[in-house]
């Protein structure tokens, strides 16, 4: 999960001015794709929960600065008790931990 978030997305501009830039220096771009990220069957339940409730995420703003306080448990709970899902004790676990593993990664590069 850590993956998808630490990498910093290159627009198709960006990344022809990246390749322009290193042929200029004579280094010869890789066009190997990166690997697929995979996860565990046991873990698909939390994964696509995030995925659900990934925009659930509290923030609190100063001037020039945004940071990321975690996930809104109380949020989730009301979005699981609407949407009439159930999920297990373990899956919530699961779902904290990547939450925290988000929470740490966009407050490195904020900070």
Same mark, same amino acid.
């Given at each position: 999960? $850590?993956?998808?978030?630490?990498?910093?997305? &290159?627009?198709?501009? +960006?990344? $022809?001015?990246?390749? +322009?830039?290193?042929? =200029?220096? !004579?280094?010869?771009?890789?066009?190997?794709?990166?690997?697929?990220?995979?996860?565990? *069957? +046991?873990?698909? &339940?939390?994964?696509?929960?995030?995925?659900?409730?990934? *925009?659930?995420?509290?923030?609190?703003?100063?001037?020039?600065?945004? &940071?990321?306080?975690? =996930? *809104?448990?109380?949020?989730?709970?009301?979005?699981?008790?609407?949407?009439? /899902?159930?999920?297990?004790?373990? *899956?919530?676990?699961?779902?904290?931990?990547?939450?925290?593993?988000? /929470?740490?990664?966009?407050?490195?590069?904020? !900070?």
């Amino acid at each position: 999960m $850590r993956e998808l978030y630490v990498r910093t997305p &290159v627009s198709q501009a +960006e990344q $022809r001015q990246i390749d +322009e830039e290193m042929s =200029l220096l !004579g280094i010869k771009a890789s066009n190997d794709s990166e690997p697929p990220i995979e996860f565990w *069957d +046991e873990h698909q &339940v939390a994964i696509t929960w995030w995925l659900q409730v990934q *925009d659930l995420m509290r923030y609190s703003y100063g001037p020039g600065i945004a &940071v990321c306080e975690g =996930l *809104d448990v109380l949020a989730v709970k009301a979005d699981s008790e609407l949407s009439g /899902t159930e999920y297990g004790k373990q *899956d919530y676990q699961k779902l904290r931990l990547i939450a925290h593993t988000v /929470t740490t990664i966009f407050n490195d590069k904020a !900070g």
